[in-house]
Nanobody, 125 residues
Framework: QLQLVESGGGLVQPGGSLRLSCAASGFTLEYYAIAWFRQAPGKEREGVSCISASGGSTNYADSVKGRFTISRDNAKTTVLLQMNSLKPEDTAVYYC??????????????????WGQGTQVTVSS
């Protein structure tokens, strides 16, 4: 059974940082692009960032560029999302998702095959 498990969410003050982790079990990440999505109450799900299977290509939503960094360690089957300078509008449930592909790029517009259960991020003073 292929599973993705997110961790690292929590409550942080504006301007603070969190690091989210997406751990895979039951498979290696070698041939999977990984993306982070988020959904705030009453809002549509938003693609935040993605990283290609090789790790050589990344994409970010305009709203997080310069503040968030995605990285992957295929050997440890883990993808990280470092979130700095957090804002109240970053408050949401964050999900990681995986798509099997050998494409050298990634896109948050793809249809992803596997999803985690999500981790809550709350930015508030």
């Amino acid at each position: 059974q292929l599973q993705l498990v997110e961790s690292g969410g929590g409550l942080v003050q504006p301007g603070g940082s969190l690091r989210l982790s997406c751990a895979a079990s039951g498979f290696t990440l070698e041939y999977y692009a990984i993306a982070w999505f988020r959904q705030a109450p009453g809002k549509e799900r938003e693609g935040v960032s993605c990283i290609s299977a090789s790790g050589g290509s990344t994409n970010y939503a305009d709203s997080v560029k310069g503040r968030f960094t995605i990285s992957r360690d295929n050997a440890k089957t883990t993808v990280l999302l470092q979130m700095n300078s957090l804002k109240p509008e970053d408050t949401a449930v964050y999900y990681c998702a995986a798509k099997v592909t050998r494409d050298i790029i990634c896109s948050n517009r793809w249809s992803y095959d596997y999803w985690g259960q999500g981790t809550q991020v709350t930015v508030s003073s």
